[in-house]
Structure formats: C-alpha cells, structure tokens
C-alpha cells in the first residue's frame, strides 16, 4: 500500500494521533513494536499561525520515528493553508486534516469533526490546502455528524476529487463521540465503490489482533489506525503485526511490559522535564492491561498516579516486577 510515494508494504498499522498522548516518546515506542506510519498529536492551526510555542514545540519530529505524519485542525480555510505550508517546513513525510475529533472544544467550534455540518467549507479546505503544499495530504473523518446524516460514501468521493492522497474513517458519527460500537460496514462500503481509487484506512475498536485481521478480511481497509487501544501498551503493534504475517514470535513477558513503561517514563522525562514528563506517561500507567487482575492493586495505582518525582515513580514500578503475570 503507498500513500503518494509511501511504500507500507502490506496490511500496515498506524498510530492514530491523539491529543496529550501521541508525544515524540511514545511514537518512537510504538514505531519499535511495529507501527507502519505515526502521527504527532493534532495542531491547532489558529495556534500555529500565532506562534503559540506549546503548538510549534509539537511540530517536533526525528528521523527514527519516519514515515511521520502531522496532522492539523481549524475551522478557517486560510488559516488552514497557512498552518499547512508551516507544518510543510517542519518536514513530515504528509500533511493529516482532522475533520474527525468530536470533542466540544473543537467540533462545537466548527473545526475537526464540526466540518461535517459544513461539507462546502471542509472540501474548501481540502483542496486549498492540497494545492498550497507539495507533501501528500490526507484526511480522517467520521462517518457522518449523527446517524441521520451518514454522509460517508457519498463525501469520500468528494474528498478524493479535491486531491488527498488517502482517506482515515473512524466507524462512528460525531454525536457517538467515543460510546456504543465503531460500525465498519460504511467504511467496507467506500472500500469497495469502484470509483475510490486512494487508499482507505479504517479506524475504531481495534483493541486486538484478531480484530485487526478481521478489519482487513472482512471490510478490505488498505490499511488500520489505532487509537485508544494503545494507551499503555505500546506493544500492541507488535502482537498485530506479529498475527498478521503469522511469525510465530513469542509475546511479551509481564517484567518486559513494565520494562517498556519505565523506559516512557524515562524517555518523557528526557525529553520534556520532570514534571510534565511524568504527566505524560500517567495516562499509560492509569490504562495499561498489565495490572488488571492483581489483587488489592488500588492502592498502588493511586500511588502511581499521584507520585511527582521520578524517583518516587520507579520506586513504585520496580517492585511490581515481582507481582504474578496476570494483566495483558
């Protein structure tokens, strides 16, 4: 599978981007075990045409982490092609337009998934912004703004017109926000209209291997995004890729699964400071699957998440390696 000149090889998996989770840390981690292409958190572009250092600070990238994609979100179109050529020099391997995030900060504003009340200022959008750059561009989106109006076929056609390169769907309307089941019958369905030449990647409630298999060979997806199923375990893309092409490799051991936390924390720590660093790999400790099992675990966890040193925090971590291999 290739986006503009991209080679994936076949069946890849990609890191969705998502806010205060998708750091420079955690993609390098997720590009070790097996993720195809990552994406930065998303960028505000009204925040980065004013300069705003914590959004420029997010325009980061190394090489080790490429193919890289950075994606970028606003409800105004020169904004957007302005955003668009200053992402460009940051030198991503493409360019990502969110018309997909439904949270009210930025869909009750007209932006992310709000542009599927306004379908002529989002293909307004696409195309300028197509045009103004020189990297491949893509889109992700949901498949309609509520399950009255599931737009999705009939505005894949109208975004591949306007000169994207490839089209994310997240099997859900934006009045689901995250809730019930993510529905891939819509998303196999664009999949499979003639008239669809770009490739198609398919996004939601991929939480397992055997779920990333079933999305490829029922509903055809040139390729799958992963998203919330990687919140502290990084390793998932290693247990998908490993099914996919059927290596027979062992899993993880319990003790190598700490081991690769620890090493976020470390990496966050590093890269951004202590105190924030140690915000940023919270999420991970509070989600992981590993501890999920282990007996009068809570007041641990609490202590996890409430430690403000990161001496405080492997001092926690390290005893746990003694605990008995139940999570996942």
């Not at 397992?208 to 390793?235: L, Q």
């Not at 996919?244 to 976020?264: A, P, V």
């Amino acid at each position: 599978m290739k986006i503009g000149d991209i080679e994936f090889g076949q069946q890849p998996v990609f890191l969705a981007p998502m806010e205060d989770v998708t750091d420079i840390g955690f993609r390098l981690l997720c590009k070790r075990f097996g993720a195809s292409m990552v994406y930065t958190e998303f960028v505000s572009a009204e925040a980065l045409i004013r300069d705003v250092k914590s959004t420029i600070n997010k325009l980061t990238i190394s090489d080790e982490e490429r193919p890289v994609g950075i994606q970028i979100y606003g409800r105004d179109t020169d904004a957007m092609v302005e955003a668009a050529k200053i992402v460009e020099q940051a030198g991503p391997d493409l360019i990502d337009l969110n018309f997909g995030c439904p949270v009210k900060k930025v869909a009750g504003k007209g932006a992310g998934a709000g542009m599927l009340q306004n379908i002529p200022k989002m293909l307004d959008i696409t195309r300028k912004v197509v045009d103004a750059v020189k990297l491949p561009v893509t889109v992700k989106t949901r498949l309609g703004w509520n399950h009255e109006q599931l737009i999705i076929t009939e505005l894949a056609e109208q975004l591949q017109d306007c000169g994207i390169k490839a089209l994310t769907i997240h099997g859900r309307t934006r009045s689901q926000m995250y809730t019930g089941n993510a529905d891939w019958t819509l998303i196999g369905e664009v999949k499979r209209n003639p008239r669809i030449h770009i490739p198609i990647i398919g996004n939601g409630d991929i939480t397992s291997a055997e779920e990333a298999k079933r999305a490829f060979d029922e509903y055809g997806v040139d390729a799958i995004m992963i998203g919330r199923a990687t919140f502290g375990r990084p390793w998932i893309f290693k247990e998908v890729r490993d099914y996919l092409d059927n290596t027979g490799n062992s899993e993880l051991t319990y003790n190598e699964k700490i081991d690769i936390l620890e090493e976020l924390l470390r990496i966050n720590v590093e890269r951004i400071d202590e105190k924030r660093g140690i915000l940023h790999t919270r999420r991970h400790l509070a989600a992981t699957p590993i501890f999920k099992g282990i007996a009068n675990f809570r007041p641990t966890r609490i202590a996890m998440l409430r430690a403000e040193t990161m001496n405080d925090l492997m001092a926690i971590l390290e005893p746990l390696h003694q605990a008995p291999e139940i999570g996942g």
